[in-house]
């Protein structure tokens, strides 16, 4: 087994590679400073920018390639700060980060620009290979060794690499490090069940339940969005309803409800902390003029920029002007909703404090269902959730990229996968796991290559 582990993941180092190899060419063909000069302009104050641009360098015009939409944000809070308050949409400890990285580069030299992108470019781009890692681990603990089952961990991974995400992934984006810590979380989760025990607390349970909750901490601090993993916790506290109703409480189950709530508490304070310094920065009483969400009965900086600057909040992305990136987002959310329905649905047929579905459900026989079903459903709940408030809250269209950090609909797309291949002859027309994978390829080159030349969506 470790020697099929370890054989894996060498394949998906030489799938990565070649992958990033890909989309790196494509972004380095891409010509001039792209549709919105904002990048060029900030990566070169001189008047002579247009003449140091057709003078440089292919690799300096594949870095100013990656230097587009939101990685402004991000690179100009590593060089110099956070100045502005619409800034702090923008995670701090993202761009503090790569203000750390982009120093280490520069070393004795004057750090500049192009410092702060390539230590965005090395971060994101190690952290996606790493978050390929501990999905491929993940995928263990979810599957299970039956039958070609013992082939999700690696064809999951793969399809990880291949995400729509794109360039993002590559990109002084938060996508990439928010995958690592929420799968990272997902997977100590896991483990912490699959040592638990009947009788006893151990202590790798703990450590294991406390360090899934540092690591949803940690990703919350990168992306709001990772306050929905906690919905994980709290399932795992719920489990435990029956059983506190019917006064059958053990000692133990205590000990495991007390931890849970912990890792909640770590989760609440990686939203919070950033919330409370803006507080102090902008809402303190040597402020001469104090920003109007200071006065809220729950003062966020956070959501008031989003409200305020880019106009998020439920239904108002619904307009007609906006039905494009619904269409574009579309099979996307489709694929979310679907995919945690599906393991939601199996999973609920079990008892809460239940941890394993049986395989020999009869329910799983049908064309609509996997073959096997998650040892863990409850992860499908952040997943279901983000695709629900992406289509109703949020920019929809960039459901595209932070999916990238959620395991469900990697697993159900690899079973789609190995189902056809272990049942079907090869040839034909393309089924569902086909076109899902090819349109994967497809949108992710495209996007790259819009991406790389400052060209919505983003």
């Known amino acids: 087994m470790a020697a099929s582990n370890a054989s894996d993941q060498r394949q998906l180092v030489s799938v990565f590679c070649a992958w990033k190899g890909l989309l790196f060419c494509l972004a380095a063909l891409c010509p001039g400073p792209g549709y919105d000069t904002s990048g060029l302009i900030l990566s070169d104050s001189s008047l ?31 060089e110099r700060g956070l100045v502005f308050e619409q800034e702090w949409a923008f995670s701090p400890a993202f761009s503090k980060l790569l203000s750390v990285v982009g120093q280490s580069i520069s070393g004795t030299a004057e750090r500049s620009t192009q410092y702060h992108i390539v230590a965005g470019i090395i971060v994101s781009t190690t952290c996606h290979l790493l978050s390929v890692f501990v999905l491929y681990r993940l995928m263990t603990l979810l599957a299970g060794p039956r039958r070609q089952q013992s082939r999700i961990p690696f064809v999951a991974s793969v399809l990880h690499i291949l995400t729509p995400a794109s360039l993002f992934l590559s990109a002084p984006y938060t996508e990439s490090l928010f995958s690592l810590f929420n799968l990272a979380g997902m997977l100590c989760y896991a483990e912490s069940r699959s040592a638990a025990t009947s009788s006893t607390v151990s202590f790798q349970e703990v450590v294991y339940k406390l360090g899934s909750g540092l690591l949803f901490a940690m990703a919350t601090t990168i992306r709001s969005n990772g306050l929905l993993s906690g919905l994980i916790l709290l399932y795992d506290v719920a489990r435990y309803v029956p059983k506190l109703l019917s006064i059958r409480l053990g000692t133990h189950d205590m000990f495991r409800i007390i931890a849970t709530c912990a890792s909640g508490i770590l989760i609440a304070l990686g939203f919070f902390g950033p919330q409370y310094l803006a507080y102090l920065d902008f809402c303190s009483t040597s402020h001469s003029t104090a920003r109007p969400w200071c006065e809220k009965s729950v003062p966020s900086i956070y959501s008031w920029v989003q409200s305020h600057y880019w106009n998020v909040g439920l239904f108002r992305y619904w307009t007609m002007s906006n039905l ?119 949108y992710a080159m495209i996007q790259g290559m819009l991406f790389a030349n400052f060209l919505p969506p983003a």
């Not at 003078?55 to 809070?77: E, G, I, P, T």
């Not at 269409?327 to 239940?354: D, K, N």
């Not at 799983?364 to 073959?371: A, E, I, L, N």
């Open 48 to 78: 002579n920018r247009y003449a140091n641009l057709e003078s440089s360098s292919r690799l300096s015009h594949l870095v100013l390639n990656f230097f587009r939409w939101d990685a402004l944000y991000f690179v100009k809070a590593a």
């Open 324 to 442: 494009p990136l619904f269409l574009l987002a579309l099979p996307m959310l489709g694929l979310l909703v679907y995919s945690s329905v599906t393991h939601l649905r199996i999973g609920y047929a079990q008892p809460l404090y239940g941890r394993r579905v049986p395989h020999t459900s009869n329910i799983s026989d049908t064309k609509y269902t996997p073959r096997f079903t998650c040892n863990f459903p409850e992860l499908a709940l952040p997943q279901l959730v983000l695709a629900v408030t992406a289509a109703t809250c949020f920019h929809v269209q960039i459901v595209n990229r932070i999916s990238s950090g959620y395991p469900i609909w990697y697993l159900t797309v690899a079973t789609w996968l190995l189902d056809r291949v272990s049942s079907r002859p090869s040839g034909g027309r393309p089924d569902r796991a086909q076109l899902v994978i090819r349109s994967m390829i497809v």
